[in-house]
């Protein structure tokens, strides 16, 4: 501990400073990558913006610590400690902290979060978060009068529009990658993007709004299964031309069809609620179980994964569930959920059938812990969750087997429905969004899509029939066309329905 007292001014600007260093050297990388420092803008905006990140924090941990005593520092030890986690996964993965990936991030359970421990991320806490913690929370500081402190934050806001408008010739640059260098400038990312989340969330929630009512135009049997896949890309489906074949037992079957299909979003949450709902909107619209299950179709879903919308039917089972009435060394594994599917739907009352089958058998970075051992057609494997520290080829070998277990599960739900016997059958396979394998430095997902590569919005759309309506030809879908394929399907007439949207005739 610094034995002499430090001037409270000069102490906040320590601390500024000391986050500016540690933490932003993602940030002022992808500046000097995108614009052109040599000349007298270019260069001015650098400095602008080195002057302002340090003001800005200078103004908002002056007001914290002013009258906060000992608590505003024990705070701000604690945003050093998040700082640390963000950089670590900026740096590792190549995310940006925007409001989409904040998302992401608050709808992570346990067993996924753990899976990203490394003592890399430790090495991060410690340095980057409890070392400087220690400093803010034991240097002495002078305190400073009301009148001081006003002076000093009012200087502060002045010395910032001084710059915001000197930098005037570069609003146009700053205002079109504001999202980026705001997802990557600590703290605020993740504290402006988390209040904007809970906001958004907050009035989209307020009430669900109802689609119309809807009718059944017959009485045949009927079943569909939707599988939702999880961060599967489709550039690694041997259905599409991949140069492996992991999808060998696929395409074996007869009246298999591949679709070109984009995720509306690179995160769960949004990609599952697209998948769901007749519309990409902002609005909580009725999603597809809900409607059918309130319109008299027999609704039931089995899930691994998490992120979903509000769903409100009666046969909701979890992965843990369904574990307790599975018998073998698999149950553990998203096969799990086929398990007693031809008999949940041969026990139905219902002649119209939907089951959900929501998977996570790609979602990284433990891609080689979401498949059984013997599913490991392509070795050796990343076992590391620092998917960077692995060689390419042990990466994309570890995902490579998810998507060659995922052939498997396909092959499964086809086989229980080509068993039932007087029901017209389905099976459509989409996946939430993609994944980023080493690409341009990035790994996993949750870019905003105008900025993510295409690994993570270019999804597989695989759909199975047997009996019922012809399957168009056409060839590029989104992820909407779920919706009104499956009232199609299942004889469901409803105003919302868009014959254009259906991949079926």
Known sequence: ????????????????????LLFHFPFFRFVLNHIDYSTFSGSLLVFSLFVMTVVANFFAFYLLLFRSGRAGRILLSIVFLINATALYFINTYGVIIDESMIGNILNTNYAESSSFFSFTLLGYLIVLGFIPGYFILTVQVVRESVKTCLITLTGSLLFILVFVFANSSNWLWIDKNSKTLGGLVMPWSYTVNTALFYMHQHQSNEKEIRLPAATLSDNDKAVVVLVIGESARRENFS????????????SKIDNVHTFQANSCATYTTAGVKCILEHEDTDDLYEILPNYLY??????????ANWGEPPVHIGDHQTQEMLTKACKGEN?????????????RILSSRNNKIMIVLHTSTSHGPTYNKKYPKRFEAFSPVCNSVE??????????????????YTDYILSQVIGELKELKGYRSSMIYVSDHGESLGEKNLYMHGLPVRLAPKQQYEIPFIVWSSGGPTIKNDQLVSQNYVFHSVLRFLGVKSPVYNEKMSIFK
């Open 1 to 20: 501990m610094l034995k002499s007292k430090v001037k409270f001014s000069l102490y906040v600007l320590g601390i500024s400073l000391l986050n500016l």
């Open 239 to 250: 259905l599409y031309g991949y140069g492996r074949n992991t999808n060998p037992l696929l």
């Open 294 to 303: 309130r319109n008299k179709v027999d609704v039931a879903w089995r899930t």
């Open 331 to 343: 149950c553990g594994y998203d096969e799990v959920l086929v398990s007693g599917l031809k008999e």
């Open 387 to 404: 998917l960077s520290k692995c060689s390419r080829q042990e990466l994309i070998n570890a995902y490579d087997n998810t998507i060659f």
